[in-house]
């Protein structure tokens, strides 16, 4: 099987020997501080609009984007959303690349021309980054359908939101996946707001998983607030699809600790709620057990933390420094080049 995705070899620095007494604990927590520093970073980026147009921030729903990506190797799709740093972050994109295309330069994983909204990355198979509601799915359907035609059963997953769910692109998609058996690994991130609608003033059933269930599929709902069950319910349902399973759904629990966007002035919910998710951040969640158990979390936060800032800090300079694309490639990749005709 190939190499879990986002691993990579890493040189020896300071601190290694904490991380390598933590385990795979140590590994999920860095993970998930990592995505929640980067996207802190962005805030502060776009006050400063060093960042500029839409914005739509991960924090809180860290769990699920690490949970997920555990179960999937290098060699998976993954199909994303406009709410897709932490996505690509746990894909094992470089921080560097996806800040760099936060800015605008060339050296971005889009070349700068996708911005927030659309990160990509083909070698790392990471098709996306979509600001269209639902537009990943059918996308994601290709994907599998194809490997499936190619004799595979690798999954591709595919991010999406509560707001998708009420698409017509969700329920085609779902029907086909489930109708051609495709190897397909439905990802439903219910934040319970699209955009600023509550999940029961678009939705009659609110059970995301009940619903998608009666499409033929292993369909079920996941704590998305806490990074262990993520990843072992997405290594399940992962594990079926590689034995030729076909799709699964998984709804995911989770919550936004931010607005929609960074244009959002968030009034549509109440601070009380807000403030009683934020009891349930992953991040700490995580950390509490490690103490329950006895480790040393103390030791191994200061670690990461270090490390992360050290990360974060190299790509907004690097990010800074980039190059602008040359004005002489404005038109390049915006229409296909002419093909000869025999």
Known sequence: MSPRAGTHKRKSVPGSDVMARAGHRGELLHAMLRIRRFEERCVELYSAAKIRGFVHLYIGEEAVAVGVNEALTTEDAVVSTYREHGHALARGIPAADIMAEMYGKSTGCSGGRGGSMHLFDAERRFYGGNAIVAGGLPLAAGLALADLMRGQTRPTCCFFGDGAYAEGEFHETANLAALW???????????????????????????????AASYGMAAWAVDGMDVEAVARAAGRAAESIRGGGGPHFLEMRTYRFRAHSMYDPDRYRDRAEIERWKARDPITRLTDRMREDGEPVEELLHCVEDRVTEEVDAAVAAAEEAPEEPVENLLAHVTSRPVEVR
């Open 181 to 211: 058996g495709l190897p397909l690994l439905f990802v439903c991130e219910n934040n319970l707001y699209a955009m600023g609608t509550a999940l029961d003033r678009h939705e009659a059933q609110t059970d995301l998983a009940l619903r």
